[in-house]
């Protein structure tokens, strides 16, 4: 375990090499749209080829039977637009049914956790190709659950982003403080060095599938959610630190998600934060209904706000 002074210097290290790779890219491309325009980042702007600007995401955690998941995915029928992204995790046994029992519906299937290596002796554990291979294109990584209960540091998450990338996955990768952590004040400080570790050696060139997830320990599960103004307040410095850490068009274009507690009746006003692109969803996920509602809630709340697309 690090002590906050170490951490620190790991933090500074990497922020520092970041910016001489960044600074050497620069020089490299020179691109024209990646200068960063005066001025605060548009919100949902259309990534080339990239996320779709809202995404809602289902964890199951360990949730749901080989039924259950059938039952859903005939009663699931979110909207097909290209403006969303829908993505279930459910465990790891139930990843085959559930792609085959949605069929064509618009709806990605993603896994809760991953191995960083491709095959070896690593009995109980699932490697990236193993998952593209059972139809993922989504891992959630670093789940505060994860982190609690098994002893995940953003140290260990770092390989598991990098080789989901690598595996052509979209990582899920959730940042997020305690309660007392951010009693103490130190939300901020806590979220950059969790990004700023769990994205060590990760190029500008890798990020772009990369989607976010700010969820709050203390929201996970509870019935309290933050207030819509907390949510942005600490997506919009992810986005910071993402301009940081790349460049202007990577922290526009990552997609940066609210979990803890979400539900169909406070979706709407979290929705239309300027930088809350969607949701990863628990408990509200379980039931295609209430699941629908929070994307369709979602959706019209942005509609009303004229601040999607
Ligand atoms: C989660 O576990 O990722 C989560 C957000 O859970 P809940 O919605 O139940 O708070």
């Keep these: 375990m690090m002590d906050d002074e170490e951490l620190a210097k790991v933090v500074r290290d990497v922020v520092l090499s970041k910016l001489q790779e960044k600074q050497a890219q620069d020089a490299l491309s020179a691109s024209p749209e990646d200068t960063s325009p005066e001025g605060t980042i548009p919100r949902h702007t259309y990534a080339e080829a990239g996320n779709p600007p809202l995404i809602v995401a289902a964890n199951w955690k360990m949730h749901m039977d080989k039924r259950s998941t059938t039952e859903f995915a005939q009663a699931f029928d979110p909207p097909a637009r ?88 979209a990582p899920i990768l959730c940042v997020g403080e305690t309660l007392d952590q951010r009693e103490d004040g130190a939300t901020m400080r806590v979220v950059t060095n969790q990004l700023t570790l769990s994205l060590n050696r990760i190029s500008i060139n890798e990020v772009r599938p990369l989607i976010i997830a700010y969820e709050p320990m203390w929201a996970i599960g509870t019935g309290r959610n933050a207030t819509p103004e907390q949510a942005q307040e600490v997506h919009a410095h992810i986005r910071e630190v993402l301009k940081q850490l790349y460049s202007y068009n990577v922290a526009r274009d990552t997609r940066i998600l609210y979990g803890g507690s979400v539900k169909p009746d406070n979706a709407g006003d979290l929705a239309i934060q300027p930088d809350v692109d969607g949701f990863l969803v628990g408990g509200a996920s379980l039931k295609p209904d209430s699941f629908t509602e929070i994307i369709r809630n979602a959706l019209r709340a942005l509609e009303k706000d004229g601040s999607q697309g």
């Design 82 to 169: 290209d403006d969303l992204g829908v993505v279930i995790c459910p465990p790891y046994y139930l990843l085959s049914l559930l792609k085959d029992a949605l069929g064509d519906k618009p709806v990605a299937v993603g896994a809760q956790n991953m191995h960083p290596e491709p095959k070896g002796p690593f009995t109980g554990e699932l490697s990236p190709l193993m998952l593209a291979d059972a139809g993922c294109s989504h891992v959630i990584l670093g789940h505060s659950e994860r982190r609690k209960n098994f002893g995940e540091t953003s140290e260990k998450i770092n390989p598991k982003v990098a080789a989901a990338l690598g595996a052509g996955l």
